[in-house]
């Protein structure tokens, strides 16, 4: 029995070293691999972290993509779901990875533009911990109204001269930001009633418990064609070509563009060939008839931008969203 | 009869192979786990929940179903052979039980159980076939005042009919309405209870706290739980019953459906009350009641008819209201969730495939128990000898593995450990979990749609009393929260002509305080 310690002890140690050794081996072979020569990039699966649950809109743009650039890098591209603090938790957690360009994460518009205006500022992301490879699609929001209420179009709000109740998506999301600041420029006066996700607003929507809803256009888009709810606005700069009818806020004569984009993002300082090759291989993605019927089929629109017009883009958003927060005195996130 | 045209098609869905191989495998781990008295269903489904990630949320669904009702037909074997019940569902059973198979009777205890359970279990199928598109039908109408009633009214009688010590289940209860207060305020953003992690900015995922409390709290606690050596089981022969046996029996087999459904659909209620209050009602019913207790087959076929009943209704309120009626359901909750279904009024009509094809799986669930339960004894009997030693560290370490694969997170695993540990001492304090779990996930629902109620009615709190349902649960509140006063007031006023009545309550209330309630 005494000798059962030390023997177990030399054990152990000898293991741990031969670990050790195994892993300097590892550390080196990956290590040269980044810092070196990047034609040999990818050297292995390239992870795309997505910040949200299985099933949702963006882990299937996520998935959509994967698929596609599976094919076209010539690397298995796993999808990981890390849902957490609107996707803060993954993009975080993807930042702060070697940057090598063999993890990636899904990035969100809303959590760049909007979320900072609601949260504290150590749960914000900021996007220059990141460097973006290219952009995505543009998915719409759409204002919609219950059939009780009566409303067939924005005017007939502006008209009702009463408190209307209206659904977000949740604190801190394009849907609350949207209908806050609509609803402040045409003076019309509104509780806002957060709801968890898109769903459950559309659900009290259709049972009248508010009257009136901003939802994901893929979401709300069943209940619109079965004539439930009606389309009031869209929050697109322009008309959205699945909803030609529906006149877009800033025809109707209000400055509010809202939308959610998304975007494929690495940690900051990955090498230029590198984020040249995974540009190259969304590229391919893009022109496959299988991605471009994902896109047509789940109502987005493509807005495939290289990473710099994305963060010009994103960054004029946050800057005009605190603008326009400021300006109307809202408060995404002590409202009421 | 358009209403019946998805009800057949879910059975389409159940008779795809694969969704009959996860039944198959559902309740023959369902009565495995209901032979071993150290692992209760709940524990099970903690455990095996990230195991169904990869597969079909149907079949998901009934693979764990399966695992619940195979449950309780796995309980009554322990209890009748060797007088050691697998379920708490199943205690009663062991008073008659055992005293039958000690005349020789074990085959016909056995006997009676089986088809009494199926009895049971389809019985209430039929009446959650009908049941819940019907309670469907009102989806629309369910907002949130209404989701607030119901949530009060579920935590309510979650902590006042559960079995053990009523101020333990309020504590227990209001622990877990305050572990639902975690996380980012979904109405300002404000951060409460975080303490700067941003992996508590969601909240406490609800697996977790399940997984922790329930998995590796239980295992913990059966460690140090000395179980009595297995003995040799009676022999079991003539499992079939006689006509005259089953003609005896009937009426107990008859009673137990009905009452088993409706104790089933009750939040707070469930298989082990349903078991209980049936044989109270047999005992009470019968012209000779000294016989309970000596072996009298309607005390055995009457509870197991009722818990599998209770067990099979206890889905009612889940998948209609999306609120679960017991811990178990609460998990069925969290397996949905997983899956990105939201159990709720929406689901019959969103899901039909999901909603029918779960139902129609407990009809073939029911037969192959049967089918299973009575040949296969000896074997299932034959597990007890695996000893803790080596179930437990296999189990604990099953439930870690699958804490870090549902959302790839450490955290997750550590919040299972911690819960675990406070799992393991609420059981050793006799705090009984099922109140906590259950108002986590009722706390989030009722801060959520209360404050929800109240920015639609403008801050009126008597908006609640201008709707036909949410009057209606408020009113069923006030008189569940009033009715010990008045139970109380009443039996004063009786006296003593209700001592001697109220006898047959009191012993079976100390049965129900001895047993140590294992969800």
Redesign the interface.
Known sequence: MKHFPTRRAILGTASAVTLLALTACGGNVGGGAAAGNSSKYPSGPVTLTVGQ????STDLIARALAEGATKTLGSPMPV??????NG??AT?EVAGKTADGQELVLLTASLITITPL???A??AVNIDDLDIIAGLSQDDYVLVASQQSGFKSFEDVTNAGR?V?FGTT???TGSQLAQTVLFKQASVKG??????SG??AL??V?????ELATIQLGEAMPQIEAGKVSPLLVFSEERNSFLPDVPSAKEAGYDVPVAQYRAVAAPKGTPQEVKDKLLASFQDTFKTDAYKEFNKKNLLTPKELSGEEVVTEWKGYAEKYKELVEKYDIS????? | MDFLNPVINGFSVVLEPMNLLYCLVGVVIGMLIGVLPGLGPAATIAILLPLTYGVEPVTAIIMLAGIFYGAQYGGTITSVLLRLPGEASSVVTVFDGYQMARQGKAGTALGLAAIGSFIGGTAAIIGLTFLAPLVAGF??????PEYSALAMLGILLVATISGGSKAKALIAASVGLLLATVG????????RFTF?S??L??GIDFVPIAMGIFGLGEILYNLEERHRAAKAPSKVSNVWPSKAELKHASGAIGRGSVLGFFLGILPGGGATIASMASYAMEKKRAKQPERFGKGAPEGVAGPETANNAAATSSFIPLLTLGIPANATMALMFGALLIQ?V?PGP?LVEQEPELFWGVVNSMYIGNILLLIMSLPLVGIFVRILRVRAAILAPITALITLLGAYTI???MFDVTLVVVFGVVGYLMKKFGFEPGPLVLAFVLGELLE?SLR?SL??F?GDPTGFFTRPISATLLAVFVLVALMPGIRSAMAKRKGTTAASASAGDGTNNDGANNIKEKV
């Not at chain 2, 989806?139 to 949130?144: K, S, W």
């Open positions: 649950a299985a099933g949702g990981v779901n890390k849902p957490g603090a803060a938790l975080k609601a949260v504290s150590d749960e408190n109740t949740g604190v801190g509780t806002d009633v957060p709801f968890d769903k459950p659900t009290a259709l049972g009248n418990q508010v995404l996130g002590g409202n009421k | 989806a629309l109408d369910f907002g949130p980012r305020d979904i109405f300002t953003g404000e951060s700067g941003i992996q900015a969601d990105g939201t929406q959302n790839n997170s959520s929800r920015l639609v403008d």
